[in-house]
């Protein structure tokens, strides 16, 4: 072979392997070497998504399965003879009258093979009662839906006896699951079927019938919050808010405004800080559930503290001497008694006495007006009893009556004669106090006399003497008010004492004007 052929031939022969290796070894074995990350990512993407359908797949079997125990049979007349049994139980339950209870025919549905059938209520009762059917029958546990209820009044909105009963009709569609490839073969023995299936949780149902919406309509009570107008405290003492609220349906909400420096904005009472002086607005605004709101205005003013007086030190005062020891009321006045009142006239003097008895020593004593009596001074004797002062204060004492039981006179209403006697007593001795002079002031000391000037050779004298001066005598504060004298008496002369005379003394006359 000639050196020309041996070229062409090894040049067609590197063509060739060219060819095979980009054509067959490249794609074969280098560049899968080259792109192993790329694939194992995708692969893992198809394998997240596998993964995804058979949990779906898994998650709808055990619905299906959940479902097929809750219809509890594949047969559409089993499961429609124990829907009608709990409807006519919980009719029963709920009081209900005049019920019907209707079934339908059944209907398949030959594409997805369903069994529905629809079943019709109607009763008659209160609207408590009907709320708390439709509540049990909305929680059957039966893949069930409740249609629409139809509620109007049996007494027409006229009082009587139907006035607060209603009239019910509501629909209940029923779907019975038949069985499925996906799902499986599934055994209805070995489910466990529910006897309830809760669709509304935390539904106060007792809102509806209090309403009473077939009663007399009563316009609510507008919503009204108040508060304190004005809080002054000083500062750092306790302060509290006083919010009250009114009126409105009852479901309340609080807020002050601003919130800043109190303990709780949403409670009536919160408490402020008072740390630092100012004063400030705060406002309560009230909403109740039906949406009606409120507001009141507060004004707190935190003051300085008052700077403490200053306390001013008085000497003690000087105690006063104790009051004379007195006269003590007779320790024995229980068995003592007014026997009798003895009224004689001794010539121009009066004796009028009491006679007392001691039950206990059987002895008889005799006091007269002015005597020391039961720890006090016997100022009047009268037939029914007498009246004694004892210290400022006057008593009376009955005929026949024991000494401890003495009655004061300004209470003495079952005795007018001693209870006018001791108060004009009382008013003649209060009037001679008055007018008795005042303590004589002691005598200034005199000048020396002096001689008095000379005109024309002799002597002036001019002596006066003090006018005289009659001295009356002191009455006796303890006598007892003369009683009136009798047409056949003749008053008594009153004797007075002759006056006294005191000293003359020179004193220098007076200019005449």
């Given at each position: 072979m000639d050196r020309r052929t041996k070229i062409l031939v090894s040049a067609f022969a590197v063509l060739v392997g060219a060819g095979l290796v980009r054509g067959v070894v490249y794609p074969t074995w280098i560049q899968p070497l080259l792109t192993i990350d790329e694939r194992i990512v995708e692969r893992q993407k198809v394998l997240d998504v596998l993964e995804a359908q058979e949990s779906a797949v898994q998650q709808a079997r055990h619905e299906y399965k959940a479902l097929v125990a809750r219809v509890g049979s594949f047969d559409v007349s089993k499961v429609e003879t124990e829907v009608r049994d709990r409807l006519n139980?919980?009719?029963?339950?709920?009081?209900?009258?005049?019920?019907?209870?209707?079934?339908?025919?059944?209907?398949?549905?030959?594409?997805?093979?369903?069994?529905?059938?629809?079943?019709?209520?109607?009763?008659?009762?209160?609207?408590?009662?009907?709320?708390?059917?439709?509540?049990?029958?909305?929680?059957?546990?039966?893949?069930?839906?409740?249609?629409?209820?139809?509620?109007?009044?049996?007494?027409?909105?006229?009082?009587?006896?139907?006035?607060?009963?209603?009239?019910?009709?509501?629909?209940?569609?029923?779907?019975?699951?038949?069985?499925?490839?996906?799902?499986?073969?599934?055994?209805?023995?070995?489910l466990t079927h529910p006897d309830t299936y809760i669709r509304h949780q935390g539904r106060e149902y007792a809102q509806i019938w209090n309403r009473k919406p077939f009663s007399e309509y009563v316009p609510p009570i507008p919503l009204r919050a108040t508060v304190a107008r004005t809080v002054n405290v000083e500062k750092g003492q306790p302060a509290t808010l006083e919010g009250a609220v009114s009126g409105g349906d009852g479901e309340y909400t609080i807020r002050w405004s601003p919130s800043e420096g109190l303990s709780d904005p949403t409670s009536l009472r919160p408490t402020v800080d008072t740390s630092k002086a100012e004063t400030k607005t705060y406002t309560l605004t009230v909403t109740d559930g039906s949406g009606g709101t409120s507001e009141a205005v507060a004004m707190v003013t935190v003051r300085e503290p008052r700077p403490e007086p200053v306390a001013v030190v008085k000497p003690p005062e000087p105690v006063p001497p104790p009051p004379p020891p007195g006269p003590k009321r007779w320790p024995d006045g229980r068995n003592m008694t007014i026997a009798m009142a003895l009224l004689r006239t001794l010539g121009p003097e009066r004796l009028d006495e009491f006679m007392v008895y001691n039950k206990q020593s059987k002895q008889t004593n005799y006091y007269k007006v002015g005597d020391e009596f039961d720890g006090g001074e016997l100022v009047f004797v009268h037939q029914r009893g007498g009246v004694v002062r004892r210290n400022e204060d006057y008593y009376v004492y009955p005929i026949g009556a024991s000494l401890d039981q003495p009655v004061e006179a300004k209470a003495a209403d079952d005795y007018p004669e001693l209870k006018s006697a001791a108060d004009k007593i009382r008013e003649i001795r209060e009037a001679r106090q008055k007018a008795m002079p005042a303590p004589p002031a002691a005598p200034e000391a005199q000048p020396p006399p002096t001689e008095a000037p000379v005109e024309s050779g002799r002597k002036i004298e001019d002596a006066k003497t003090e006018p005289e001066l009659e001295v009356k005598p002191a009455e006796d504060a303890n006598a007892k008010p003369a009683e009136p004298a009798s047409a056949d008496e003749k008053p008594a002369e009153s004797k007075t004492a002759k006056p006294k005379r005191r000293p003359s003394r020179p004193v220098t006359p007076k200019k005449q004007p």
């Open positions: 139980h919980l009719i029963e339950r709920h009081h209900l009258q005049d019920a019907a209870v209707s079934p339908s025919r059944p209907v398949e549905d030959r594409k997805t093979g369903l069994w529905s059938t629809s079943i019709s209520v109607s009763a008659t009762g209160t609207l408590e009662s009907t709320i708390t059917f439709l509540k049990d029958l909305a929680e059957l546990p039966y893949v069930a839906r409740v249609g629409n209820p139809v509620l109007s009044p049996v007494g027409g909105g006229r009082k009587g006896p139907k006035q607060d009963l209603l009239s019910l009709r509501v629909p209940v569609d029923l779907l019975v699951l038949p069985q499925n490839r996906v799902a499986g073969s599934i055994q209805v023995a070995e």
